[in-house]
T-cell receptor, first 115, second 115 residues
């Protein structure tokens, strides 16, 4: 079956602009995660959704970052007033959700470059 | 809070040689442990995981990892590597009291297998 997909695969934007990154999880997966991976680093947690609600948003770096999942499937990560330091690969993952489901399936990522 | 340290950023090794990728973690609570692999131009994939029970866990492609609670380690080993094992390997932990929650990753180890 189809895995996690992310669009766009690459995004170049100017400092100060607004961007949206989209994630389509595996069908039926209720849990969805966003991570950010900077060059030479491991993925860093941003936010976790269980269904439509954000169960843990402790990793969002500041109020310029916001994510939604209005229907419990597709999620959008929104970044306002982008800064050069936001340049990274943004990864989305999904899992079946609920107790005892530990494997997170990752998408290919969106490479964001802020110039 | 948890943290993960991968002691080697790069590990070059010749084909058919043994390899060990080291991972140490820090946590005030019990954790689940994971190794993810990222092959060139692909997304992160789960390689193996420790949840409970036997402290030695194995993957289908010959890797194994052993959970050592006293040393807070989860080192990854393979007795004989192949060229196709060339990839970046990430160790990760999650809080057992937050099932289905976020993963905390190490910085990654780049395994380079040479002929």
């Amino acid at each position: 079956g189809a895995g996690v997909s992310q669009t766009p695969s690459n995004k170049v934007t100017e400092k100060g602009k607004y961007v949206e990154l989209r994630c389509d999880p595996i069908s039926g997966h209720t849990a969805l995660y966003w991570y950010r991976q900077s060059l030479g680093q491991g993925p860093e947690f941003l936010i976790y959704f269980q269904g439509t609600g954000a169960a843990d948003d402790s990793g969002l770096p500041n109020d310029r970052f916001f994510a939604v999942r209005p229907e419990g499937s597709v999620s959008t990560l929104k970044i306002q007033r982008t800064e050069r330091g936001d340049s990274a690969v943004y990864l989305c993952a999904s899992s079946e959700g609920g107790a005892g489901t530990y494997e997170q399936y990752f998408g290919p990522g969106t490479r964001l470059t802020v110039t | 809070a948890q943290s993960v340290t991968q002691l080697d950023s790069q590990v070059p090794v010749f084909e058919e040689a043994p390899v060990e990728l080291r991972c140490n973690y820090s946590s005030s609570v019990s954790v689940y442990l994971f190794w993810y692999v990222q092959y060139p131009n692909q997304g992160l994939q789960l390689l193996l995981k420790y949840l409970s029970g036997s402290t030695l866990v194995k993957s289908i492609n010959g890797f194994e990892a052993e959970f050592n609670k006293s040393q807070t380690s989860f080192h990854l080993r393979k007795p004989s590597v192949h060229i196709s094992d060339t990839a970046e390997y990430f160790c990760a932990v999650s809080d057992i009291y937050n099932q289905g929650g976020k993963l905390i990753f190490g910085q990654g180890t780049e395994l380079s297998v040479k002929p």
